[in-house]
């Protein structure tokens, strides 16, 4: 009767533990999900498929990909992960039961180790599923090879390797607390294969990720070395070798305090190391807010806490534009600067994103379309993303390209969750006056500009002036270029201007916003109860300190 009530006491603390993470993942962290799946495309080709198997790992990295795919919707997103993590714990358990002899209860305390280190390890957004499938599949193999021949290893080590890479590493240390050191022959073994591999194979590719892994990080190790993902690995096997310490002691109760005061340690350094940096993962929800467009939860949590840089400024402005508030509340929320509204161009993967959303409602399409682009391309680890293909799209047939916009849709219908979405839009290629009848990509096509010509960036005021002269009904454009010129502090052309809002802007009444910037023009900025002052004194100061 005791062993059962203790099977039903470790089935309910397993499945406490998978409610936590997914809690943690679906309620907690959606962001950091819809973060992870824009950043690549899985196809279900055989292309794909074959250009994984072809590197080391590449098995664990086809596998990981799948899954992440699934992140597109949040709640499926959040069960993978927790499958992945429960599944991970419950061979770590096994397997410190099995090298320990210790009792369950300690094992299970001990076990908690690997869920708490994979939620501190997924604080880092560019780590990628592939390294915890890579975890699971060397924990799961490390049990049931345990009790087999060294020399069966021979054949074992090498299929490891090229399934799930570098993390075979585990399976030897682990194998080590069977044999010892007579075991450091397959260390060696294991040495002289990478080697062969890199040199055969990966003569291209840098020695120290082919070293450490090549589908783990999405940026290139020589660029960037995170420390804590090739610590952890080592942290599990000590924590399987530490078992059989606790096991001498003779109490259970002690057994007990000693594994859950471990897995207290490790979630108390975890904890410390703040892997979910408040300032980075608001800015991961803004983009993910913006993303669906939900522009009033955007204005809710900017109104609680607010990140001063350009990225969070685009983020509320945007949000502002599309309720009807920018007028209004501008100067109420953080403003970086003259990049408060659009940002320049930016070589990387992230900070871009709501400048080119910004664009694209404008009507730039020119714009939207190169920062989108840029966007994809900065993808270091060679992905597309599902996402920026979609906007891609979207742009070429706005600007009536449908051969272009065709080599995007295609390769969006050989993916699962942008499919749909992919089929509906290729019935307009050819078609250009269907274009018209879809709402958004009508209303860009309206507003954008009717030649195409080249800008430079510190005028881009001026190219919103005209985006406006262009089309008087694009009251985005209005707002934009008066806000513009208040960022810059070109007061007497913004006094000059404001003539358009009253005219074109449909206002009952002129907004609070450009009434509060009238009094600190003319109070030369002495007004304290204007926020346009505010952000003018602090723009002075910030160039009196340069």
């Not at 305390?109 to 997924?122: E, H, K, Q």
């Amino acid at each position: 009767m005791t062993g059962k009530i203790q099977k039903y006491t470790l089935g309910i603390g397993f499945l406490l533990v998978f409610a936590a993470i997914f809690l943690f993942w679906a309620v907690g962290f959606p962001h950091a999900l819809s973060y992870q799946e824009q950043y690549q495309l899985f196809l279900f080709t055989g292309d794909y498929f074959m250009e994984r198997l072809s590197m080391p790992g590449g098995v664990a990295a086809f596998i990981g990909e799948f899954l992440t795919q699934f992140y597109y919707i949040e709640y499926l997103g959040a069960f993978f992960l927790s499958l992945i993590a429960i599944s991970s714990q419950f061979f770590l358990f096994l397997l410190i039961k099995d090298y320990g002899k210790t009792d369950s209860l300690s094992a299970f305390f001990l076990s908690l180790v690997f869920p708490i280190i994979m939620i501190g390890l997924m604080g880092d957004e560019n780590l990628l599923l592939s390294y915890f499938v890579s975890l699971l599949a060397i924990l799961k193999s490390s049990y049931f090879f345990r009790n087999l021949i060294v020399f069966a290893d021979i054949l074992i080590i090498p299929i490891l390797y090229w399934c799930f890479g570098p993390m075979v590493w585990l399976y030897i240390i682990l194998k080590m607390g069977n044999y010892g050191w007579k075991y450091a022959s397959m260390a060696i073994y294991t040495i002289i294969l990478q080697w062969l591999v890199y040199m055969v194979l990966l003569p291209q590719t840098p020695w120290i990720e082919a070293a450490l892994g090549i589908y783990y990080y999405r940026i290139p190790l020589p660029l960037l070395l995170p420390v804590f993902p090739y610590v952890a690995p080592f942290i599990i096997a000590l924590t399987v070798y530490v078992s059989k310490g606790i096991a001498l002691f003779q109490s259970s109760i002690v057994k007990g305090c000693i594994s859950f005061l471990i897995a207290l340690s490790v979630g108390f350094l975890v904890y410390n190391s703040n892997p979910y940096d408040k300032e980075k993962y608001e800015l991961i929800r803004q983009d993910y807010l913006v993303r669906f467009e939900k522009w009033d939860e955007i204005i809710q949590r900017a109104e609680k806490f607010q990140v001063q840089s350009p990225f969070f400024s685009n983020c509320i402005n945007l949000a502002l534009s599309q309720t009807g508030q920018l007028a209004e509340k501008q100067f109420s929320f953080y403003q970086s600067g003259e990049d408060a509204l659009l940002m320049p161009s930016v070589q990387e993967l992230f900070s871009n994103i709501p400048t080119s959303e910004a664009f694209y409602r404008l009507g730039m399409i020119n714009s939207a379309l190169r920062y989108t682009f840029d966007l994809q391309e900065s993808i270091l680890n060679g992905q597309k993303s599902g996402r920026f293909c979609k906007r891609l799209a979207e742009c070429y047939l706005i600007k009536g390209n449908h051969k272009v916009a065709k080599k995007y849709i295609d390769l969006l219908k050989k993916s699962l969750f942008y499919k749909k979405w992919a089929n509906t839009a290729d019935k307009y290629i050819g078609k250009d006056n269907m274009v018209m009848v879809n709402p958004s990509w009508n209303t860009a096509r309206k507003f954008q500009f009717k030649e195409d010509f080249l800008y430079h960036y510190p005028e881009i005021d001026k190219m919103l002036g005209q985006l406006f002269v262009n089309n008087t009904d694009n009251k985005m454009a209005l707002e934009y270029f008066l806000g513009e010129l208040l960022l810059k502090g070109n007061v007497n052309e913004f006094v000059h201007y404001l003539s358009w809002a009253q005219q074109y802007g449909g206002y009952k009444e002129m907004p609070a916003g450009y009434q509060d910037a009238m009094r600190a023009i003319q109070s030369k900025g002495q007004d304290l109860t204007s926020a346009y002052a505010k952000y003018i004194n602090a723009k002075l100061r910030q160039n009196e300190n340069e």
